[in-house]
């Protein structure tokens, strides 16, 4: 905006009117426009202006220069509160004193300066005192203004530990001098002369003078909060929270009020209600007789509103209990504020919705509905409860007495990335035999499964284990994707931890642990804990899938399926499952509306022996007669799940890995029988299977041989997995089931790829649905998963009829980033803001996002009823699934443990629509 | 086309006009297009009629019937016939007889059926042989038309060799019988009885009679041709050839014309000049008294027009003289035809644009333009010189004797894939090391390098040696891109070699070759012999490069240089070479307009040990030291560069592969002795090196940690390439040089990423240029290889002030699909028609053309003059570069040989569009 028009910067408040209001948060930054709201809805506020985060801007864009209009909207303001609160700044007699508080648009609590009492001069300071009537509170305000002037403003800040903290160290000494233990044992005169040695020591230090002038104070005060902005703790809190470096702060200066004038006095935070459970009713922390930053500074332990306020203040808390109803009323959600109470009257500093656990965010939104405050369609909103935070209800948890202890007693091992939310303890377990073994033996063994890595080999081992620690990987790496995909706890990548396979040890730092030592992993904080942590599962699983709690026996779970009733009512995306037969039950009780995703090397993985064989045979004779064998298998797991799914539409995936990942040098070295093994089941030479392993190498297996490529040139492949789903629909179709399978050929990039495969596969559903005469509705589609599947969609839909976007893979060749190589870097693109998010969570939604839209148009402008899916891990992540729903996407598709969270993230961008 | 609308399916010529023309060849095919147009120009042509492409279309459409209206407009095409060529089809008296052969749109030669002599029967058998006056003639007329009708129409053809030769083995019994030794030595009653025991035969075989109805045969015919569109050959050669199969094949029956009716007779195939090396002169091959199958059928050895024809038959001689010069008058071009001499006078029977050589094809549309017959604009159009055929202008070639006499005398050993043209002989080398100790024994030594398949580890060994022949890989394997790149003759994927590096052995069935024997490879053909067979440079580059033949001396070179200059005249697409240093001079001579693209990282392949110590370290400041030690390496590489480029612009791209291509487990087992030297020169323990090679391996190295992701986070690298580039730059320029240097980031799929390289890169230009005292110009821009980065164009195009795209990396990306495993089924797809063209030797226009196509449109969408190159070997070829000055680069760059054939390419495009 162009400075010539005038533009307006100062927005004033006070006496029960404001220039701004709530919805002017990116201009005001939060606290200013919440400000201006309370002075609105006729709160006490005290009288105040905020200068615009457009000032900021111009700020950074013009060498830490105002815009010249500023200084005479400052002086109207300031004209203002002199006005209101009947006092003047820089008054001998009658002195008005400042805060001046940065507020960006989203919270960004102890980021930024403050500097309070602004204007105190040694003048003023005499004024105050008499004023107050108390000369040591006027003493300890001038010299706590000179502390924080000199340490913002002024650069005297200890920026590191073994950094000077001058006013410090000055006052630790008087206290030792004076024989004073706390503060406030010092008396006027030794505040005054720590006033005076404060200042000598900002001479000395920075070569200048305290400003005695009020209005340079606020001037020095004002550049340095807006400097504060750019700060580096600044700067790392908005790139770990997504904020633009672009929004800047708004600043407000505000008339000071204060808790330290005597017990009549007081400060502190409160929540409207608890946001850690979400049960009803006031409740925070106060000091009697105490400045705002006592309270956060934790010197003196402040007691709780809910409990001791009534006496210690009674007219207080009254009044702080009308002011919490008339919030949540006005605001229709939870406050988090602060206060400051002046010879009994409370004044309102800070009013903003308040932050919650997911468990707190269930209730507190239901509640609300029950109270009448919100709607249901309200209660969806995305800010009431974000999606992932559901998680909380559904994953096992640590005992949290239990946890504390376990933080205090020296059990805390090393954090890492927290892969899979939940909590898990079990005995060291290295290798996935081992945890075979060990459950063979006693079914009931508690594991935790700790690995450098892990591969597909390890997957039994995995669902075996209680829960999953790795020292490599990040969080797209082949465990982290598998323990969500199982719902299990899981950290990876904690690379403190130095694991010896030979030794069977874990060592950190000093501390050894062996095999079958107990281990505890926060997966939902990354904390990885010696010992044995007791957990506890999550009441709606426990009511969902144990059902070792009955429905009506568990309020949390009644208010889950209130939630979810209202989510249902209101999401227009569907959401399926990615689960092969063992988790299928599962997800239903989750919500899976259909399978999106069944990977039928799952399966494979099962029948090692019979795959491989099919692999070493080199005829398509000696192929077929190692496929017939896995036939069976592969159609007895359809039919179980075909049956838990009803008449759900299931969608099967043809083989899609390269086969390597069946037979490779790996399984060979791990196994070193395995190779004569294999040579007497085939009856061919050592040689013949070493050369074989030898061809099936490749340099990016990820770019080569798999997916359809490999049922195009083994069809035999094709069409044995194409009759085990079709005798498996027949069989369950007679029991009287409707059955839908939906067949999908994995990897296709040209329409001939999938036509030759859909040839096959529509060949044998007719065959076998003729020798079993019965009819079975069926669908025959692709994932696209590679960019140029996306571009030629229009190609591919004129025969395919539905579409599943495979964003793990579309991710990989879109950004030519392969996930199990990306750790080389992107730790530092992240760092660095190259890239603002990992793009294996949330969809890339420039790139790969695109690439989705051009398939999606490309699709049906070829076939205007294609239905289209997603069933990449993004389908589980609520930015993701917001994007799936905005480009038109019939369903999402993610692991069981998912998909309330995806369900709820449908019914949040619907609702934000309508 | 609706059969309802009666629509013409029948297209009759005769008597100098026709209802078709030249133009129709889609609907006409080829042949019949041709035959109406002779008709039309006033050419002896036996009148006939075409049966269209649609109805062979319809054919397939309908279950082998054909439309309604077909019967009624070949009966007026017959009338037609029997009216200029007064005869009567089935007379007795004056008979009729047809031919019909197939004509598709392209000529498929030998790949369908024909058939003569339709129309004859016991009855006008014996009219013919009284009009002919010759009884034999008549009845081995017959006999030949029973023949070919019960093999094409009544499916009793030889398929196999095991097959029963029926009327070839009945034929060679009769003259074994009478004791004639060539069928012309058979009289008429010889014949008469072959002719009984044909039909016999024919009942026997087939359970049906020999059709003796003329209407009859000629539909059967038609049938038979029709179906023959569909048979294995030509569905395989159309494969080949890139001709759909929807095309269809149209059919034309056409009044026989007899070259055998006496020696006064003849019939003869024809070009109206030299098409193997270009020179003028009529010239072609004829047999007196013969059929024209006879010619093909190479019974009797033709005899050559240009030397015996004007005393056999002075008359026809002097007509078909006439009939040339009148054809190449009309069509301005060489034609390559067929004709019969009856009784004295030519009929012409098939006229079409001549095959050549690229070496004919230069020369022949340099003298059209110098006789006047054409525009050397017209000289330009692509279907004159196939651009790829410059080629043979280029690249060395085996002395054709010498290479006949081995291809005779058991040197042939086997044939791979022509993967680099030329041809090359040398002694066996099989390791890279071994090549260049016997380089420095003998700067002449001439050597082969084979290998089982070539890494980046063999690069000093490739520029040694004479030509590179490996046992695996496809055309765009390693070797095979360097080769090219290189120039280098080169043979890949030739599977028959067995080779053994540790017996130092080739083998090949039961041949073994040793390391130090002689082997020749000719990279035109894929062909391998043992032994030496002698080649020679090609003119052109002798001219161009080895300067041993003054321009003035060579009449190719002067063609060459002819049709070049019309190739710069018309083309505005600019070409620029793929090269570094040690090529340079080499692209400027073979007309490169500035360098696309210097890989600096072969330069980096020359310093090992320096590169291997920066990836070692493990402290910015180590990195530093070592690639202090490379700074002046690429320094003198850099200004060696741009003074032979002068003030052409250099482009050249940073660091781009992943560090384990300088340093992995395969270097350190191929080179026991290399950790100890590592690690005795950086002073570490052996186990630091091994650690950091395991923490550089990666899983899918073209989607891992490199490119511009090295330089982000190692950003001293970027600085050092950038340093390096400048100061040779400034030096350059000092020295009077206007040098205009194009800095290149590899593999930015971010704008982000893009920025953070571009900022080191401007920076340190900054600094470099202040130290120096000297300003240069220079571009910072990016490669796009990544789909990403062509989605996301109009981003990066913001900061980047020019694109080259990577159409290497971007196929590999957009179809997932990796040049180094693709092998395991490209294969397949190519023979199964699942893919239409090797999407590395030429762009992928559907999918990765569309990406270009948005990048383009992104790119230039935020910069209206962007520059925009491709840098990917899709660069030098001819239907890429098309696409490419369809979409508006400015240029294309590729390896300094196939510059020549990138400009004609762009010539040709502009040509066309003009």
């Keep these: 905006m162009s400075t010539a028009t005038g533009t307006k910067y100062v927005y004033f408040f006070g006496d029960g009117k404001a220039d701004g209001n709530a919805t002017m948060k990116p201009l005001l930054g939060g606290k200013g426009a919440n400000l201006a709201e309370m002075n609105n809805i006729g709160l006490p506020v005290p009288a105040g202006f905020t200068v615009t985060t457009e000032v900021c801007t111009y700020f950074y864009d013009n060498d830490h220069t105002y815009p010249p209009e500023l200084k005479e909207q400052v002086a109207e303001a300031m004209q203002g509160i002199e006005r209101v609160m009947g006092a003047e700044f820089g008054s001998t007699t009658n002195p008005l004193l400042l805060s001046c508080r940065s507020g960006a648009r989203e919270s960004m609590p102890g980021m930024m300066d403050t500097i309070l009492n602004i204007g105190l001069n040694d003048e003023t300071v005499e004024a105050l005192a008499k004023q107050a009537g108390n000369e040591a509170f006027a003493w300890d305000s001038y010299r706590r203004l000179i502390q924080m002037y000199g340490e913002v403003v002024m650069g005297m800040k200890p920026e590191n530990k073994e950094d000077e903290d001058y006013f410090e160290d000055i006052l630790h000494k008087k206290k030792e001098a004076v024989g004073a233990e706390f503060d406030s044992d010092l008396s006027a005169d030794h505040l005054r002369e720590l006033v005076a040695d404060f200042k000598s020591t900002v001479k000395r230090v920075t070569g200048k003078d305290f400003p005695s002038d009020p209005l340079d104070q606020m001037w020095g005060a004002v550049g340095a909060v807006f400097g504060s902005w750019m700060n580096d703790r600044a700067m790392v809190y908005r790139r770990d929270y997504g904020i633009p ?56 332990t402040p007691k709780l509103v809910e409990e001791t306020l009534i006496e210690d203040a009674p007219d207080a808390f009254e009044q702080l209990t009308e002011i919490g109803q008339k919030l ?57 409860i974000p999606a992932d935070d559901l998680n909380q209800l559904l994953q096992p948890i640590f005992d949290p007495a239990a946890k504390k202890q376990a933080q205090e007693d020296g059990s805390y091992l090393a954090t ?15 290798h996935a035999a081992d945890a075979e073994a060990a459950y063979e033996e006693d079914r009931d063994v508690q594991l935790i499964l700790v690995r450098r890595e892990t591969s597909p080999e390890d997957l039994r081992g995995m669902r075996i284990a209680n829960g999953i620690l790795t020292a490599f990987g990040g969080a797209s790496s082949h465990a982290a994707l598998v323990s969500r995909q199982m719902g299990k706890t899981c950290i990876v990548g904690c690379s403190e931890l130095d694991i010896d396979y030979h030794e069977a040890t874990v060592t950190v730092g000093e501390k050894v642990l062996k095999g079958g030592d107990w281990i505890s992993i926060d997966g939902f904080t990354g904390e990885v804990f010696a010992g044995q942590v007791p957990t506890k599962p999550s009441e709606v699983v426990e009511v969902l899938i144990h059902k070792t709690i009955k429905p009506e026996d568990s309020e949390a779970f009644q208010r889950y399926e209130q939630l979810m009733k209202w989510v249902d009512e209101h999401r227009t995306l569907q959401v399926r499952a990615n689960a092969e037969t063992d988790h299928a039950a599962e997800s239903v009780a989750f919500g899976a509306e259909g399978v999106g995703l069944c990977r039928t090397e799952h399966m494979f993985f099962n029948h090692l022996d019979e795959i491989r064989e099919m692999i070493i045979a080199d005829t398509k004779e000696a192929r077929g007669l190692a496929l017939a064998k896995l036939l069976p298998f592969q159609r007895d797991d359809f039919t179980e799940l075909f049956r838990t799914m009803g008449e ?73 997995q194409a009759r085990a789903i079709f005798e498996a629909a027949c069989a369950v179709k007679k029991d009287g089931i409707d059955v839908h399978p939906e067949v999908m050929v994995p990897l296709a990039g040209f329409s001939s790829e999938f036509d030759n495969q859909a040839k096959i596969i529509r060949d044998t559903a007719a065959e076998v649905m003729k020798e079993q005469g019965v009819e079975v509705e069926y669908l025959v589609g692709t994932m696209i998963e ?109 692991s069981p443990f998912r998909i309330p969270i995806a369900r709820l993230s449908a019914a949040q961008v619907a609702v934000a629509e309508e």
């Design 328 to 384: 949540e009323q006005h605001y229709k959600d939870v406050q988090d504020i602060e206060f400051t109470v002046q010879r009994g009257t409370v004044w309102m500093l800070q009013t903003r919705n308040a932050k919650r656990t997911g468990f707190a965010a269930v209730r507190i939104a239901v509640d609300l509905v029950n109270e009448g405050l919100i709607t249901p369609k309200e209660a969806l909103e995305a800010r009431r």
């Design 416 to 430: 890492g990335i927290n892969a899979g939310p939940g909590a898990a303890t079990g005995k060291i377990c290295f």
């Design 648 to 720: 759900r539409p299931v969608t099967i995936r043809l083989l899609d890995p390269p086969l390597h990942e069946f037979l490779s040098e790996h399984h060979l070295e791990e196994q070193p029988d395995l190779l004569h093994k294999l040579a007497d089941m085939m009856g061919v030479a050592s040689e013949v299977i070493l050369r074989r392993v030898e061809e099936i190498k490749e340099s990016n297996p990820m770019l080569g041989h798999r997916g359809c490529r490999l049922g195009i040139v083994f069809p035999e492949i094709t069409a044995m």
């Design 786 to 894: 590679l960019p140029r599947a996306a571009l030629c969609a229009d190609q591919i839909a004129k025969t395919a009829e539905f579409f599943s976007f495979g964003t793990n893979d579309l991710t990989q060749t879109t950004l030519g980033m392969s996930r199990d190589d990306y750790g080389g870097f992107i730790g530092y693109y992240q760092e660095n803001d190259i890239i603002p998010a990992d793009p294996f969570q949330t969809i890339d939604q420039d790139g790969v996002g695109r690439l989705m839209k051009i398939g999606v148009e490309g699709g049906r402008g070829s076939r205007d009823d294609l239905k289209i899916g997603i069933c990449g891990e993004h389908g589980g992540d609520p930015a993701s699934v917001m994007f799936c729903h905005n480009i038109g996407l019939n369903y999402v598709s993610c």
């Design 245 to 300: 470096h672009s929004w800047g702060t708004a600043i407000n200066v505000q008339a000071m009020v204060f808790g330290n004038l005597g017990d009549d006095c007081a400060t502190g935070v409160g929540l409207t209600r608890d946001c850690s459970m979400g049960g009803p009713g006031f409740n925070g922390d106060y000091l009697i007789n105490a400045q705002g930053e006592d309270v956060v500074a934790g010197i003196r």
